[in-house]
């Protein structure tokens, strides 16, 4: 295995790791009824409007920048992957329906807690992230 895979995989494993486990979990409670689990959520959530859903697609690209070890976009993806997720905590009501039909959020459930602790450590994994220094290589070896 080369550096640039053993890097991704020590970095973005527990990333990945709570963003698989908090699938099978509901996100939130909602009154008189309880929530879609993770999947349900992740699957159909872009038709609800909700912005906080876009967290998953920055998620996903802040993996991908780390795979091909781009520090800075990686920083920014996954930086604006936890505000958007974190700011899920400041919603009022979410559409629960395909009828558009909002209800209250009563509470944040194990599924939303392990899905912000993803982009966390997305997050952390960008930052502690070394940057990429191929062109340093190529010209040492071009010198000797």
């Known amino acids: 295995m080369n550096n640039a895979k053993i890097n991704f995989f020590y970095t973005s494993t527990p990333s990945i790791i709570l963003f698989v486990a908090c699938l099978p979990f509901e996100g939130f409670s909602v009154e008189n009824k309880s929530s879609w689990n993770g999947f349900g959520i992740l699957l159909v959530g872009i038709?609800?409007?909700s912005i906080y859903w876009y967290a998953n697609l920055l998620l996903f690209a802040a993996w991908g920048y780390i795979k091909l070890k781009m520090?800075?976009?990686a920083c920014i993806?996954?930086?604006a992957a936890v505000i958007l997720s974190f700011s899920f905590l400041f919603a009022v009501d979410v559409i629960v329906d395909e009828g558009g039909g909002k209800q209250v959020i009563n509470g944040y459930l194990t599924g939303y807690w392990l899905w912000l602790l993803s982009m966390i450590f997305a997050f952390i994994s960008a930052v502690l992230m070394r940057k990429n220094d191929n062109s340093?290589?190529?010209?040492?070896k071009v010198d000797q």
Request: overall charge positive; glycine content about 8%.
């Open 136 to 140: 340093l290589q190529v010209q040492s």
């Open 77 to 79: 993806a996954s930086s």
């Open 71 to 73: 520090k800075i976009p």
């Open 47 to 49: 038709f609800s409007g």
